[in-house]
């Protein structure tokens, strides 16, 4: 019922910036909290930055000061701006959403990833 897919990826040098999206589908009554979170090779996925529905934004400490969260409510999508990339952003971004669909509660969903590669 519910699908997030997220685009944006790709291979990029050290310094380099992309933009990521997320876009939510489906039958959706409401979203609150919207995010990304990220997980290399190896290595268990971390939490990179959210966005509540009210404005409220946080970022992981390790990327603030380079990347930005921003939301279209209209679109249902979330972005994520990263800037002066380096290569331990390498790894596989995720989005996450807590939606209320038809026929159920607030549920946390998570879309499927996109890669990002920072190197040289």
């Known amino acids: 019922q519910v699908q997030l897919v997220e685009s944006g990826g790709g291979l990029v040098q050290p310094g380099g910036s992309l933009r990521l999206s997320c876009a939510a589908s489906g039958n959706i009554i409401s979203i609150d909290t919207m995010g990304w979170s990220r997980q290399a090779p190896g290595k268990e996925r971390e939490l990179v930055a959210s966005f509540i529905s009210g404005g409220w934004t946080n970022y992981a400490d390790s990327v603030k000061g380079r990347f930005t969260i921003s939301r279209d409510n209209a679109k249902n999508t979330v972005y994520l701006q990263m800037n002066s990339l380096k290569p331990e952003d390498t790894a596989v971004y995720y989005c996450?959403?807590?939606?209320?669909?038809?026929?159920?509660?607030?549920?946390?969903?998570w879309g499927q990833g996109t890669q990002v590669t920072v190197s040289s």
């Open positions: 996450n959403a807590d939606i209320a669909a038809w026929g159920t509660v607030y549920q946390k969903y």
